[in-house]
């Protein structure tokens, strides 16, 4: 089991409903719904008619969504005939509200299947390795923070103690859009850290924080 604090699982959800509305998946919830096709809702909006819809209020469903003031609609109750001559009823979403939890379904379950392969592999006991003795490899331990002052010294501090020779050990910190000490108590703690600052709300996610960071050293290398 994973605990996190109530600072901390905010942002996660936060990174989770920006890889959402990531247009890109956005895009591909919406292929996908307009391949199953299906019938319409009661406000007469089709498969075929969604995509303009879409284009004259993205950015406010877009933004109720991030506010949490989005609302579904009811879905529309139709009978299914059975097999055995009875009938079953069955909800039909709007075609938006089908693309929004289309959207939703992707990105969470990729979600959970990495947290439950963590979990998992938390409780399978490897094999002893015999030990290498020639370590010559060079690692670099990459940390995105965002105000983790209370955390990221004792993080850095056990990279450190790992049992791998210290010269062969880079530790880059990304501090990202910090407000507090932890540019400070990273660089104190022997780290490189580079700050990155980030005014779209969309950008201010670790993935986003990595793909910057991995431009940096593409950049320096060239």
């Not at 993205?58 to 529309?76: A, F």
Request: proline letters at 4%; a positive charge; one cysteine or more.
């Amino acid at each position: 089991m994973i605990y996190l604090s109530s600072e901390r699982k905010e942002e996660t959800d936060m990174e989770l409903l920006e890889e959402i509305l990531n247009p890109e998946n956005l895009n591909k919830a919406y292929k996908k719904v307009y391949q199953n096709k299906g019938a319409s809702w009661v406000d007469g909006i089709t498969v075929e008619e969604i995509a303009d819809y879409i284009k004259e209020n993205k950015e406010r469903i877009t933004n109720q969504i991030r506010n949490r003031k989005y609302k579904p609609q009811p879905v529309r109750r139709v009978q299914i005939p059975k097999e055995n001559g009875k009938k079953r009823n069955l909800g039909i979403p709007t075609v938006m509200d089908r693309i929004i939890q289309q959207a939703m379904v992707w990105i969470l379950t990729i979600y959970w299947v990495y947290q439950l392969i963590v979990s998992l592999c938390s409780l399978v006991k490897l094999k002893d390795k015999p030990l290498v003795e020639e370590k010559d490899h060079k690692f670099m331990a990459i940390l995105p923070a965002h105000n983790e002052e209370n955390v990221i010294g004792n993080l850095i501090e056990s990279l450190k103690k790992q049992d791998y020779p210290a010269n062969l050990i880079d530790i880059y910190v990304i501090a990202d859009n910090c407000t507090d000490n932890t540019v400070k108590i990273a660089k104190e703690a022997g780290a490189i850290v580079l700050e990155r600052k980030e005014d779209d709300p969309k950008k201010r996610t670790k993935g986003a924080a990595l793909q910057w960071f991995l431009k940096q050293k593409i950049k320096e290398k060239s």
